[in-house]
């Protein structure tokens, strides 16, 4: 199982993070975060094997664009409305994760129409915001999931979780990658490294 920490934003506390080595670090490009990277963003050298994720929600084409030239990002992570033909345009040319919302009345066949233009997935708590709530959902809900494209778990993971999950709950479904990030900080954008280096996969 793959460990993707997201909500990164201070250059310092990204270099200690890679040195844990994730095999994925996301950036969040979307200016209402409280773990926004800003305007003047600086992304310091990291190890090519972890793979840069640029979070943008609802943004413009041009704008993503330009956050995957300036980073050299290796995937994106669409965490808005976007529709499959948004997706799909830059399925082209970099995989794409596309983030929903889960709650108990959620539809998976909204998902069939983005299995064909997203490389993966990612499960997170539906709230009135997009993401980092630190709240969980009920994981049950997941057992009506196809898993025909790989996803992400997210949505206030903390160590526990990832414990109970190793042991067995949830054992049918194919979790690609466990998604960390407000369980494992000591403020918005800034992880515990102590804590990140418990996590077990």
Do not use: W
């Not at 040195?19 to 979307?30: A, S």
């Not at 669409?78 to 983030?99: R, S, Y």
């Not at 539809?107 to 539906?126: A, G, V």
């Amino acid at each position: 199982m793959n460990l993707k920490v997201c909500g990164l934003k201070d250059p310092e506390n990204i270099r200690h993070v890679a040195m844990l080595k994730p095999q994925f670090i996301g950036f969040i490009f979307y200016p209402k975060s409280k773990r926004f990277v800003g305007d003047d963003f600086v992304l310091p050298t990291i190890s090519t094997e972890i793979k840069k994720v640029g979070v943008f929600v609802n943004a413009e084409v041009s704008a993503i664009i330009d956050k995957i030239d300036e980073y050299k990002l290796d995937l994106i992570q669409l965490h808005g409305d976007e529709t499959p033909t948004f997706c799909e345009a830059f399925n082209n040319f970099i995989p794409v994760i596309k983030a929903f919302g889960i709650n108990e009345t959620f539809d998976f066949k909204s998902l069939n129409n983005y299995k064909e233009c997203c490389s993966y997935f990612l499960f997170d708590t539906k709230t009135s915001e997009y993401g980092g709530s630190g709240k969980s959902f009920d994981r049950a809900i997941l057992e009506k999931y196809d898993n025909s494209v790989p996803f992400f778990l997210s949505g206030g993971i903390g160590l526990e979780e990832i414990k109970n999950l190793k042991i067995g709950k949830l054992e049918n479904l194919k979790i690609y990658g466990i998604d960390v990030n407000s369980r494992f900080e000591t403020e918005p954008g800034i992880k515990d490294i102590e804590q990140l280096e418990k996590i077990s996969l």
